[in-house]
Structure formats: C-alpha cells, structure tokens
C-alpha cells in the first residue's frame, strides 16, 4: 500500500456519511476528539439524500402520539435555520380540507398543538383560508377551505457535507468510499480493517460509532454481533418530480383516502416534487429504485388535488431511499416511528460500541449531542454542547437577500442568476470557491449549465466530490438543468484529472489533520 505513515488512532470510528454519521463526527471533532469517518460510498449517497427535503416537526407525527419527537424537532427547526440559512429557509404548506379524511376540528387542533408544541418564533402562525385565491391555484377544488402553516426546506445532501466539511475543519479525517471491513475489541479499544481503492489498512479506535443507517445490522456483524434486542425496519420512501403543477411559492399537504399524507413542494424554479411513499424494504439494504406501483399511487395523488394532467412520460426524475427506522412493531409502515434510540453497548468493562436506530433528518443535531452524552463517561476531559448556535460552513450570515445583494454588488461582472445559486449553495463560501474571478470566464470551462471547472475543482478539493453524480445531483441539482451531453463531458473531465499527478491519495495517505487536504 502507497502512503506516508499516518495517524492509526482515534478517539472515535464513525462508521457512516449520512446525515446522523457527519452530524455525530462534527460534535466530536468540535469537543477536540480525534475522529475517523468512513463511508463506503459518497457523503448522503442513500437515505439523507433521498428525503422530502425538510425540515420540519412531523405534523402526522402528533397523530400517533410522538410528541416528544414533535417537540424537539419543532425546536430544532429554527435553530437549524438560523445555523444554515443558505441552505435552509421557510416554506408556507397549504393543507386542503376538501378532500379531507379527518374532521377539521382535529387538523386544526393538530396545527394548534404544532404551533405551540417547540416554542415558535420566527415563523408565521397557521391561518385558515379559503382555496379560492391565488393559494389555491393549480387545485381542483378551488371553493373550499383549507389551512396555512409553516415548515423549513433544506438542500438535504448539502447539509450532510457541511456538517463533514466543519468536520473536516475542526481536525477530522472523512474517508469516503471507504468500507469497514471487519472490527473486534478489546480492553484498549477497537482495531478496525478498513478499505479503499489503495487497499486495506488497519487503524484503531476508542469508541465505535455505528451510525451506518440501513447497514446497521451489517456494521453489527462485522463489529462481532453486539445487542440484538434492538432492530431497524427498513421502510422505501420514494419521490418523482414533474413539471411545476401551479404557480406560487407555497406547498401542499395532501391527504390522501388510505389517511397517508403526499407533500407536494416547488422544487429547482420549474418543477414540482411529489412523495413520499411508505412501503416495506425486505431483504438486505440496497441502492432504491421507485416501483411502477409507488409510481402510480404518486400520479394517483396528482390527480385527485390538480388540474394539470401528469402521466408516466411526464416525470422528469425519480429518487428512492430506504428508511432505517426503528422497529417499534407498528403495524403499518406509516406508524412507525421516526424518533431514534441509542444503544451503547460495552460487553462488560471492553471498548463500547454506540448504535444507532432510527432518526430523521431534521434531528440529526440534537442525536448527535445526544450520542456525545452517551459517550461522556469515557471522554471526561471533553467540553459539553456547543453546535447549537454555531453556523454550518457558509451560514455565518443573517440575512440571505443582504449577503447576496453586497455580493452582486462585488462582482458586477459576474450574472446574478449564477450568484444566487452559488450563494443558496456555498453561502459565504461562495467567496472560496470565486477566488479572484471577477467574469464568468475567470471561472474556467463551462462544462454545461452553468457549472464551470473552477466550481468542480472546489467540489473535488473540500467537498469530496469524485464523479458527476456526486457533482449534479448531491453537490446540486444541476442535473435536472443542465443540457444534453454534460453528464459526459463532466465524466471524462474529471477522469482526466483523475488521471492526473497528485491523485493516489487513499486511506494509507489519510493525514493526521484533514485540513492539509481539504478534508478527505
């Protein structure tokens, strides 16, 4: 194996690059703890990039109980908002009540506790209003009485790598594409195989961190079993978007005969996003695909509440992602619940191994202070909480509009359409990735749509970026946009880089402070 001799030992192996796998490393590494993140494919690659991107208290939730969970999601809203606003901001839901299986008295009752439950501030209040105006567009139903309440958008693959970026710059090592081989324990801690495209090498850790989502049975097994009375089920959720079914910027709340819920959002300026399902995964976890009968129950969905016809040819692009929830023996997978549990398990007095169940994206940060708890006892010297104010990479902004708007005037030379999107993206990072172009030529090659070659070399240096689905549909979204040809010319570019001097970097060349090479 090639590579300078590096670090081997860690505080803590986390095993897993989604959202509850960067959130629990970036509290780490913020307490000062050495930390290791390996992820066997991209950062969000599965379940954090295939959500209904928001962020949001779970308003079905209440209807099962799950107030605990409502109220520290509801709290976690706006705080995440605050901490992210470039990829995070307000979305106003309208929830028609015409085609309605609950009584009105209960969804109004249900929005009475939602506004009140987390302590509220920012965001409007709900309203009742009538869908004949402008908020009812697109509907069928365009007499009727609906209600107005508010939840958060957020880009959710974005907001997995900037909690592994900070990270990154508070002296962790993300390893993506990386695999866990094998780990077994001892008195002194864990040592652990893992594997890249170098080859294997072994490091050691004081703490497991099982946070692998629908792979945390796997992860069990190749850690030597560990508690078994705890379980995931696995639940397939997927989305299709279409185009745009109505003007406006609001949302819709559907609820659908079967009393299950379909969102319908505006999503990427000329699209509407349409899920999620609820369907049960069997089998071991896998790369999800929607099913022509999600398919169908989507455009069903469609149908019944809009006037804009949709059918099969219409759906511009599809995701699925398999939920790792926590098998509480509901009887529909609807009702299960999307709260988390964490399982430390220490086989008597040896190194532990905290698991982790569950979850939901919106959360993440409240588990991930919630796992350092858990592991205190065995980090006495750490520092307590301290992510609940801090910005994410980009967000140490207040105002969105402000920042772009002293930005536009900076670089006059460059479009203000391009501005935003890189400012919704990077916020004040924007500035990094610009460096001293001052016109859109300074930024390099256009490789299509928009995406120039010094937005690339940013995306690979400190994002982690390695091929174009990385780069067009979790860096961005850019691959609903951009024209024919570019996811092409985007793969044999960064192939040719790939070819280049410079890029044997593997696990065997991790440095012992991630920073030297933007993180990974």
């Not at 170098?198 to 069990?220: K, S």
């Not at 949302?251 to 969102?263: E, G, K, S, T």
């Not at 549990?341 to 169940?357: C, N, R």
Request: hydrophobic share 40%; aromatic share 8%; proline share 5%.
């Amino acid at each position: 194996m090639t590579g300078a001799t590096t670090q081997a030992a860690f505080d803590l192996l986390v095993v897993g690059g989604g959202i509850n796998g960067a959130g629990i490393a970036r509290d780490a590494a913020g307490r000062g703890l050495s930390v290791l993140l390996v992820e066997q494919d991209d950062l969000a690659s599965h379940t954090s990039s295939a959500s209904t991107k928001l962020i949001h208290g779970g308003l079905r939730y209440l209807e099962y109980g799950e107030f605990r969970l409502v109220r520290e999601a509801l709290i976690e809203r706006e705080r995440l908002w605050r901490v992210a606003p470039h990829i995070i901001w307000p979305l106003r839901f309208v929830l028609p009540q015409t085609r309605s299986p609950r009584p009105g008295w209960m969804v109004r009752l249900g929005l009475f506790l939602y506004d009140h439950l987390g302590g509220r501030k920012r965001l409007p209040a709900t309203e009742t209003v009538r869908l004949d105006g402008a908020i009812g567009d697109g509907l069928q139903d365009r007499g009727g009485r609906g209600f107005v309440y508010s939840d958060c958008w957020v880009e959710d693959s974005r907001l997995v790598v900037l909690n592994a970026r900070d990270a990154a710059d508070r002296g962790a090592c993300i390893a993506t594409r990386t695999r866990l081989i094998a780990a077994r324990r001892d008195d002194a801690g864990w040592s652990a195989t893992i594997a890249d495209a170098q080859g294997e090498r072994t490091v050691r850790a004081r703490v497991l961190v099982n946070a692998a989502g629908p792979w945390v049975a796997d992860v069990l097994e190749r850690a030597g079993g560990g508690d078994r009375e705890r379980t995931v089920r696995l639940v397939k959720g997927s989305h299709i978007v279409v185009p745009r079914l109505y003007d406006g910027d609001h949302a819709f709340m559907l609820q659908n005969p079967d009393r299950r819920i379909v969102f319908a959002i505006p999503y990427e300026r000329d699209f509407t996003l349409v899920g999620t399902t609820d369907e049960p995964w069997e089998g071991p976890p896998a790369k999800a695909a929607i099913a022509p009968g999600e398919t169908q129950y989507l455009l069903d969905t469609i149908a019944r509440y809009f006037t804009r016809p949709v059918d099969r040819d219409r759906i511009v692009w599809s995701y699925a992602g398999i939920r790792p929830l926590y098998d509480d023996h509901a009887g529909n997978a609807s009702a299960v619940t999307r709260d988390y549990v964490l399982d430390l398990d220490t086989a008597g007095q040896q190194a532990p191994m905290l698991s982790i169940f569950g979850g939901k994206i919106t959360t993440y940060r409240k588990l991930a202070e919630h796992a350092l708890e858990k592991l205190s006892p065995f980090f006495p010297a750490a520092p307590g909480a301290w992510t609940a104010d801090a910005p994410l990479p980009g967000g140490d902004f207040a105002d969105f509009e402000a920042y772009l708007a002293r930005l536009i005037a900076a670089r006059p030379g460059l479009p203000q359409p391009l501005l935003r999107r890189l400012v919704r993206a990077y916020g004040t990072r924007t500035i990094d990735l610009l460096g001293d172009a001052k016109t859109v030529a300074g930024l390099g090659e256009d490789l299509g749509g928009g995406l120039t070659t010094r937005e690339v070399a940013y995306l690979r240096e400190t994002e982690w970026a390695v091929t174009a689905e990385d780069i067009l549909y979790r860096r961005s979204k850019l691959g609903l946009h951009v024209p024919s040809g570019t996811v092409e010319r985007l793969t044999g570019y960064l192939m040719d880089i790939a070819r280049g001097p410079g890029n044997d970097r593997g696990i065997g060349s991790l440095p012992t402070d991630s920073r030297a090479q933007g993180g990974g």
